[in-house]
């Protein structure tokens, strides 16, 4: 019988990094699989793909991204799909739209006994996170969770999964995260002149910001974890004193961390636009 995975998450890299490994378990060989996007491809190209060169290969893989675009005669192929007794191929099927479970036309095929489905509506950090250490059976405070989604809220969910994975090694089968333990090795990065750069931020001092800014790039810091760390800290001050300042400087981070999940700002460049729109 076929193997048949539906991903459904708005995280588009929860997305690609779940696919990522569904290939690295099916086939290792790049020149089977094949990509389509479900605005784009024809009934006659899906066809080809999962009954025709699928005789020509040991293991294949399909991927369709934004299947909820296919068209009506293409789903009528998915649906044969799923009732056939092809073994060498994994279809892998995703979509950011949670709605197509509730779409009449895919609902033979989501029926399907041979369906593996991955469908993640909840899609903030906590949620992420609160998922992954239940199904791992991480043991970690709730000081220590409140502190990685501070840290980590802003990341793509492959850095979130990463920084957990490492996280648990550390602790071992009998210990347990703590503040302290998410301290010493989530940060990737030189804390003392972070935590001076955004005390910098803080006082407004742009002459100073900007020349820590330049000693952070120069050691390699992660950016994302620094701009984590900014995040955390405007956060903590929100805490004890309301200030509209740390309110929009709140927004400007999540306006940058949204751009960078949708490719429209580069990792190297995120930091230098965030911290100059925060001076000003």
């Not at 007794?85 to 009449?104: A, R, W």
């Not at 991955?118 to 220590?144: D, P, R, S, W």
């Amino acid at each position: 019988m076929p193997d048949i995975h539906i991903i459904i998450s708005k995280d588009s890299s929860y997305n690609a990094d779940l696919i990522r490994k569904l290939k690295k378990e099916y086939t290792k060989d790049n020149d089977s699989v094949e990509v389509f996007d479900g605005n784009e491809a024809n009934a006659g190209q899906i066809d080809n793909a999962l009954f025709t060169s699928s005789l020509f290969s040991q293991k294949k893989v399909v991927i369709i991204n934004d299947f909820e675009s296919l068209r009506s005669n293409t789903v009528d192929i998915l649906n044969r799909f799923s009732n056939s007794n092809i073994t060498n191929l994994c279809l892998i099927m995703s979509s950011e739209e949670p709605d197509v479970l509730k779409e009449k036309q895919f609902q033979e095929l989501l029926s399907s006994k041979h369906i593996k489905r991955h469908v993640q509506i909840n899609l903030t950090t906590y949620g992420l996170i609160q998922n992954h250490i239940k199904q791992h059976q991480i043991k970690i405070t709730k000081e220590a969770i409140d502190m990685l989604v501070s840290i980590l809220e802003i990341s793509t969910w492959g850095i979130v999964e990463n920084e957990l994975t490492k996280l648990a090694t550390y602790a071992g089968k009998d210990g347990f995260i703590d503040e302290n333990t998410v301290s010493e090795l989530t940060f990737n990065i030189d804390k003392a002149d972070t935590f001076k750069f955004v005390d910098d931020i803080i006082k407004m001092d742009e002459k100073s910001a900007l020349r820590d800014l330049k000693k952070i790039k120069d050691t390699g810091s992660e950016p994302i974890m620094v701009i984590g760390a900014i995040a955390w800290k405007f956060r903590q001050l929100l805490q004890k004193s309301y200030e509209e300042r740390f309110v929009k400087g709140l927004n400007l981070i999540y306006k940058y961390s949204l751009a960078l999940r949708e490719g429209k700002i580069s990792n190297n460049l995120i930091l230098d636009r965030l911290v100059i729109e925060l001076l000003h």
